[in-house]
């Protein structure tokens, strides 16, 4: 089962058995998901929140680099 982007969700939320978004079906975490978390989550948090997130996604995304994904938004925010 996909995830079905639309009005149903009004959250930008990881679909757990595809872990795309369940707003728009972009891989999540979606740019939209991305500005939710940075406002919800102090910067620690958000990286404790975020490497739990990469692994509940590790054996739904085996092949998928996880840490770019979950991981690398975070330091390039805080590079950049």
Do not use: K, N
Not at 70 to 78: N, V
């Amino acid at each position: 089962m996909t995830a079905r982007p639309g009005p149903l969700y009004p959250w930008h939320i990881p679909d757990m058995a595809t872990y795309d978004c369940r707003r728009c079906g972009e891989p999540w975490p979606c740019e939209d998901a991305r500005l939710d978390l940075i406002e919800l989550w102090a910067p620690a948090e958000l990286d404790l929140r975020m490497t739990a997130e990469m692994r509940l996604a590790a054996p739904v995304l085996p092949d998928v680099p996880l840490e770019p994904r979950f991981l690398g938004w975070i330091r390039q925010l805080r590079e950049g």
